[in-house]
T-cell receptor, first 116, second 109 residues
Framework: SAVISQKPSRDICQRGTSLTIQCQVD?????MFWYRQQPGQSLTLIAT?????????ESGFVIDKFPISRPNLTFSTLTVSNMSPEDSSIYLC?????????????FGEGSRLTVL | GQQVMQIPQYQHVQEGEDFTTYCNSS?????IQWYKQRPGGHPVFLIQ???SGEVKKQKRLTFQFGEAKKNSSLHITATQTTDVGTYFC?????????WGAGTKLIIKP
């Protein structure tokens, strides 16, 4: 199974600033996913990061607010821009593994973001 | 839109009692996955069910996928303190993964 390193693990940020979260995978993967998980809630998919093309965003999430980079098959970044307290959440990077077709997800440890 | 309803939201049990969480989809699923998230941790994959009526066991955990591929359950026999956490189902439909709200298992002291 893939090993995913995510950083920072946590941060406290001021309103109006931006933070970039990094996700490094120990193997090449086609698709990487960015999720948000608010306290006590389920996971919400922000976007799918594809290497060599623009990320695909889910309804309610836009590129200006959550720009994503995917420079190669093992690395991706998610930026949370112009933060407000409503952006306080855990952000999770994940990859999918399956022998044939979509399979299970493996997650990074998460980045716990608090916006003051 | 497509939804996967998961109940209950919380379940308090005495150690040694059983625990069950249920997921029900508004649409037929191609498969369903189960994840466990320990407090302060990230979701960890437990199992994937693909076939109609499928039942799989992992030690004290039993997973079922309904005949219509719209519902699923996870049953834990004789809970232990290591079972504490939130259990999520995630159903796949049209290549989308739809997450349930999760059931938090709490062991009473």
């Amino acid at each position: 199974s893939a090993v995913i390193s995510q950083k920072p693990s946590r941060d406290i940020c001021q309103r109006g600033t931006s933070l970039t979260i990094q996700c490094q995978v120990d193997s090449q993967v086609t698709m990487m996913f960015w999720y948000r998980q608010q306290p006590g809630q389920s996971l919400t998919l922000i976007a799918t990061a594809n290497q060599g093309s623009e990320a695909t965003y889910e309804s309610g999430f836009v590129i200006d607010k959550f720009p994503i980079s995917r420079p190669n098959l093992t690395f991706s970044t998610l930026t949370v821009s112009n933060m407000s307290p409503e952006d306080s959440s855990i952000y999770l990077c994940s990859v999918e593994e399956g022998l044939a077709g979509p399979g299970e997800l493996f997650f990074g440890e998460g980045s716990r973001l608090t916006v003051l | 839109g497509q939804q996967v309803m998961q109940i209950p939201q919380y379940q308090h049990v005495q150690e040694g009692e059983d625990f069950t969480t249920y997921c029900n989809s508004s649409t037929t699923l191609s498969n369903i996955q189960w994840y466990k998230q320990r407090p302060g941790g990230h979701p960890v994959f437990l199992i994937q069910l693909v076939k109609s009526g499928e039942v799989k066991k992992q030690k004290r955990l039993t997973f079922q996928f309904g005949e219509a591929k719209k519902n699923s359950s996870l049953h834990i026999t004789a809970t232990q303190t290591t079972d504490v956490g939130t259990y999520f189902c995630a159903g796949r439909s049209n290549y989308q993964l739809i997450w349930g709200a999760g059931t938090k298992l709490i062991i009473k002291p």
